[in-house]
């Protein structure tokens, strides 16, 4: 994890490409990618940026949210595993936790439960822990 966004700038070579071209670049081959295989790990990538804060605004600014979200109702578990693996990174901030909410986060997260898969349902458990407050605790 990087302490600031300065700090990351600053570790950016200046021929290199900045966080969000290459996050943009990410979701792009996500969206576009034929390969199963591709993306599973272009996703998993996907969520492993969102694990640090720094990435938020980015995430957010990408719709990377919604990504996530749709992926919890593909049929690959490794695709559902990554995604609400994502979302469990992100779902402490007020602001993504509000956007998940909004966008019938609760029930996808929700339908994680009952997959074969113990990563994806251990992530679903974490991730409605964080989504519980007083507006989704019903």
């Given at each position: 994890?990087f302490?600031?966004?300065?700090?990351?700038?600053?570790?950016?070579?200046s021929?290199?490409?900045?966080?969000?071209?290459?996050?943009?670049?990410?979701?792009?081959?996500?969206?576009?990618?034929?390969?199963?295989?591709?993306?599973?790990?272009?996703?998993?990538?996907?969520?492993?940026?969102?694990?640090?804060?720094?990435?938020?605004?980015?995430?957010?600014?990408?719709?990377?949210?919604?990504?996530?979200?749709?992926?919890?109702?593909?049929?690959?578990?490794?695709?559902?595993?990554?995604?609400?693996?994502?979302?469990?990174?992100?779902?402490?901030?007020?602001?993504?936790?509000?956007?998940?909410?909004?966008?019938?986060?609760?029930?996808?997260?929700?339908?994680?439960?009952?997959?074969?898969?113990?990563?994806?349902?251990?992530?679903?458990?974490?991730?409605?822990?964080?989504?519980?407050?007083?507006?989704?605790?019903?």
């Amino acid at each position: 994890m990087f302490s600031s966004r300065e700090r990351l700038e600053n570790r950016t070579p200046s021929e290199g490409v900045g966080r969000l071209q290459y996050l943009q670049a990410l979701v792009t081959e996500f969206q576009q990618t034929e390969s199963e295989e591709c993306r599973e790990q272009v996703l998993a990538n996907l969520s492993n940026f969102a694990y640090d804060p720094i990435n938020y605004d980015y995430l957010r600014q990408l719709n990377v949210i919604d990504l996530f979200l749709d992926t919890l109702t593909e049929p690959n578990e490794r695709l559902v595993e990554f995604g609400i693996g994502g979302l469990c990174n992100l779902a402490l901030d007020k602001e993504n936790k509000a956007l998940i909410l909004q966008n019938d986060g609760v029930s996808l997260v929700k339908d994680c439960l009952s997959s074969p898969n113990e990563e994806t349902v251990l992530s679903a458990i974490t991730t409605l822990m964080y989504l519980t407050t007083p507006a989704s605790k019903s």
